[in-house]
């Protein structure tokens, strides 16, 4: 019996939610009759990498010049392995809000790129963003958006939007800074009274106990907690809000639709590719203009977005093995070509 080529993806923390998540993609039996897939943990930080008995390694970790001695070790270990980078660390907004020396920190990114053969970018924005920083150019990079395990959302019935009872707008994810969601609960704040919309928070971090003194005694405002079952907690929203001051791709988003919530989402990285007919870009930087939409809510034509948002999801699990066959197949018959190019 001929053994199938291996694949091996490193995390630097298989604990991480999204990029964990995305990874059960190869436990579908549409790639397991191509390819042995595992995951490993490893220490980028360290100067020797393992040598691995595979023929495409797949790295998910964060470039930095501490890893750059990993890399080189990896490459020269694995000579006759084909290496992927899936980025999904860095993008345009995360560099304007925490890159000092945008010179270095590019430079170090193209010495990091030198060692792929691919490289994955996560949204078209990062694809962009990439090419215009770095100089990372088809067909070494290339496009693939993340995959969450969805099941069960595709089943939650769409929301009713009735009248007699409040909207409650759904956001989830780590509780940090990074979320925004300080900017969804002034926002509820700054509406007073009005009882037209409720806020729901999903999720634990370092934050909980600032976000919940932000929130302080409005009862539009409430707390899941952590969130074992995404249809759970989408059962209970009727529309999602991502206010995120930067995301790569915002999974949170993609789950939401195939929910049916309509979903608003702030206009950086791969949030804004999402939106389609199924919600609406909004900047939450602007709580005069988060305010304006939440008292305008009903307004928006909410049953056409949550119809949209499912539809434009229902092959997305398809539509992620054949990307990634195709990519494999395409590195495999191009053994010969320099990584650096």
């Not at 290496?83 to 010179?103: G, K």
């Amino acid at each position: 019996m001929t053994s199938l080529p291996k694949i091996v993806h490193l995390l630097d923390d298989l604990s991480i939610g999204g990029v964990t998540r995305n990874l059960a993609l190869f436990q579908h039996p549409a790639l397991q009759r191509h390819y042995e897939c595992s995951s490993e943990e490893v220490h980028p930080d360290w100067s020797i990498a393992p040598k691995m008995n595979a023929a495409v390694i797949v790295v998910h970790f964060s470039m930095s010049w501490k890893t750059l001695p990993f890399l080189y070790s990896l490459a020269a270990r694995n000579a006759q392995a084909r290496l992927v980078l899936v980025e999904h660390s860095y993008s345009r907004e995360w560099e304007n809000l925490y890159v000092a020396d945008q010179t270095r920190f590019r430079s170090m990114l193209k010495l990091a790129h030198r060692m792929f053969d691919r490289v994955i970018c996560v949204s078209d924005a990062q694809a962009g963003w990439l090419e215009e920083s770095t100089g990372l150019r088809a067909p070494k990079r290339q496009t693939i958006y993340p995959w969450s395990d969805m099941q069960g959302l595709a089943q939650l019935p769409r929301p009713h939007f009735s009248l007699k009872a409040p909207l409650i707008i759904g956001a989830y994810g780590r509780f940090v800074e990074d979320k925004g969601f300080e900017r969804l609960i002034g926002a509820i704040n700054a509406l007073g009274d009005q009882q037209a919309v409720g806020l729901l928070l999903g999720g634990f971090g370092p934050d909980e106990d600032k976000l919940r003194r932000l929130a302080g005694s409005n009862s539009n405002i409430s707390f899941y907690g952590q969130i074992d079952r995404v249809d759970d907690f989408l059962a209970k929203c009727d529309l999602v809000a991502v206010p995120s001051k930067f995301e790569t791709y915002g999974l949170v988003a993609t789950e939401a639709r195939m929910a049916a919530r309509p979903i608003l989402v702030s206009g950086v990285g791969g949030l804004s590719e999402q939106v389609g007919e199924a919600g609406m870009v909004t900047d939450f930087g602007d709580e005069k203009a988060t305010v304006k939409l939440l008292e305008n809510i009903r307004h928006l034509p909410l049953v056409k977005m949550s119809v949209s948002g499912r539809d434009a999801c229902l092959d997305i699990t398809e539509h992620r093995i054949e990307s990634w066959l195709q990519l494999l197949g395409d590195i495999a018959s191009s053994r010969t070509m320099p990584r650096a190019a």
